[in-house]
């Protein structure tokens, strides 16, 4: 398990009022990535391990500000779900142990993180991360 470096007390709730999915098919990361983001203030939907199951949250989930997906999903790639997403006007953040280049070049505008990376340190990053792929949340 990942440690979240600062106690909870003394975290700026800089994520409060928006909604994230996470999907991502490694449970501990998956698990602490979704703890890390609301002890930053996030509603986590999710996580999902599955595209299909990330595509069932995102139909049930109501507004989705951001997505973090992993793109492989035990061997099913997550691009349909990006799509989607993007379309819909959602932020996406891909993380995954791909680089850049061998993404499809539909994403090259896509904020990309590469794994492994620190959970802490991408929940404190992601309004940033969100502010390059559309404005912030509420």
Known sequence: MIAVDAPHHQRTRHLDGCRILVVEDDFFLADDLSAALRSFGAEVIGPAATYHDGLLMLVAGGRIDVALLDINLRGEMAYPLADIL????????????????????????????????????????????????RPACP
């Open 86 to 133: 993007l379309d819909q006007g959602v932020a996406v953040v891909l993380a995954t142990g791909y680089d850049q280049s061998a993404l499809p070049e539909r994403f090259s505008h896509v904020v990309h993180v590469e794994k492994p990376f620190d959970v802490a340190m991408l929940a404190r990053t992601l309004p940033e991360l969100m502010r390059r792929s």
